[in-house]
């Protein structure tokens, strides 16, 4: 299902504890996890730029780590959040997608 800037699934994707990972403008990366403990449930998403994947990344090469709520709620602010940095991102390296 489009989200703005992504083909992304539902909150029931996560709700089932997957893990979705992407990409945009070749060098816009993502990984989005749930974090589902006794003290916590949350979206962790990860940020970070370049042609690393994910298991090539340190924390230091993340650009930006958000948390939402683990709610179809906090979801939607997260594909907002998501689509805001990607947008700001093509923005400033020049993307014909912004």
């Given amino acids: 299902?489009?989200?703005?800037?992504?083909?992304m699934p539902t909150f029931t994707y996560f709700d089932?504890?997957?893990?979705?990972?992407?990409?945009i403008y070749r060098e816009?990366?993502?990984?989005?996890?749930?974090?589902?403990?006794?003290?916590?449930?949350?979206?962790?998403?990860?940020?970070?730029f370049g042609k690393k994947s994910f298991d090539n990344v340190?924390?230091?090469?993340?650009?930006?780590?958000?948390?939402?709520?683990?709610?179809?709620?906090g979801y939607e602010k997260l594909l907002e959040e998501l689509n805001f940095e990607a947008k700001e991102f093509g923005k400033t390296h020049r993307t014909i997608f912004y």
Avoid: A, C, Q, R
């Fill in 1 to 7: 299902m489009m989200h703005g800037l992504f083909d």
């Fill in 16 to 23: 089932f504890k997957n893990i979705w990972t992407g990409s």
């Fill in 28 to 48: 816009f990366n993502f990984k989005i996890f749930p974090v589902k403990t006794d003290e916590l449930k949350e979206l962790k998403t990860i940020i970070w």
């Fill in 58 to 73: 340190t924390e230091e090469d993340y650009y930006k780590t958000l948390h939402h709520e683990f709610s179809p709620e």
